[in-house]
């Protein structure tokens, strides 16, 4: 936070088929060591360390990346990154915007220039209920499957050919959704001593969706009250545990109306829901269309 501004970055709640990210500059970046200038942006940034090591400054700390690793930069959030292997450090710079909010035409549209802060061009953070905002732990180690990702959009941003930008779209979404999916797997691995048990219990609702599954049932299995084994679990899986057991059962009901002769009322019933009504109903809120539909689209795709 600079001077008496309001913390930042701004966060808004949004479901994820609200995101629309916009990308503003991706490009592979070699750099000799040394400080780079401290500043603030408007957009948000993923720089991702290709080849030797770089550390962040923020306000509330310093953070080390290495080859390997990426640093979630924040809109409004004052920073300085200083390449601290010799004789340079290789980076690929992503900035984007999650909702496609930002008119970016120049790098002075990107870097705030303090003598003229435009407060109301920050681009605000999306979140949902059940994630933490990926500012909150902005290092993350992502998977190669990740890397390529990025690197692909960096050539479809260079190259610019026709319908790029909605390919890059659709590669900062993959991205996006890949990094949420590390954060979780990250709390889930310095989770409590609880969390192998949690874990085991999610394991045991996927094999058996059509079991008659309640907070309560679940606390006595862990010995807890339901109260604490509700926020306990919302910490471990990133949801609360009804909304995790009708996740599990509706993807289990798309691959039974995918793969399988069933009746609309066998589907309903083998993944939990004894009536058909309110399984249709169910289903229908989670997809937008009607078991029949969904069925019925599917085969034809």
């Not at 070699?30 to 942006?41: E, V, W």
């Amino acid at each position: 936070m600079i001077g008496n501004e309001q913390p930042y970055p701004e966060l808004q709640l949004s479901m994820f088929r609200d995101w629309s990210p916009s990308i503003h500059y991706a490009q592979e970046q070699t750099l000799a060591p040394g400080k780079l200038a401290q500043r603030r942006i408007y957009d948000f940034e993923l720089l991702y360390v290709v080849q030797g090591e770089a550390v962040t400054y923020m306000p509330d700390r310093q953070y080390r990346i290495t080859a390997g690793q990426l640093i979630f930069l924040p809109a409004g959030v004052l920073h300085q990154n200083e390449v601290v292997s010799s004789p340079y450090a290789k980076f690929i710079g992503i900035h984007f915007d999650f909702f496609d909010e930002l008119d970016i035409v120049t790098e002075a549209d990107i870097v705030v220039n303090e003598d003229a802060v435009q407060r109301d061009k920050f681009a605000k953070e999306a979140v949902t209920e059940a994630n933490l905002p990926l500012s909150s732990n902005p290092v993350y180690t992502p998977p190669i499957s990740c890397v390529k990702l990025m690197e692909q959009l960096v050539e479809e941003f260079t190259m610019r050919a026709p319908g790029y930008e909605l390919l890059c779209k659709s590669l900062m979404l993959n991205i996006l959704a890949v990094l949420y999916r590390t954060q979780l797997a990250s709390r889930l691995t310095s989770a409590s001593v609880h969390g192998s048990r949690i874990t085991e219990l999610m394991s045991a609702i996927e094999q058996s969706p059509a079991h008659p599954w309640t907070n309560k049932a679940l606390g006595d299995a862990m010995d807890m009250t339901e109260d604490h084994f509700a926020k306990l679990f919302k910490r471990h899986a990133g949801m609360p545990p009804g909304e995790f057991i009708g996740f599990i059962r509706h993807r289990e009901a798309r691959r039974l109306l995918r793969e399988t002769e069933q009746t609309i009322e066998e589907v309903g019933r083998n993944v939990g829901y004894a009536d058909i009504h309110y399984f249709s109903r169910s289903f229908s809120r989670h997809e937008g269309i009607s078991p029949r539909a969904y069925r019925k689209l599917a085969r034809i795709l």
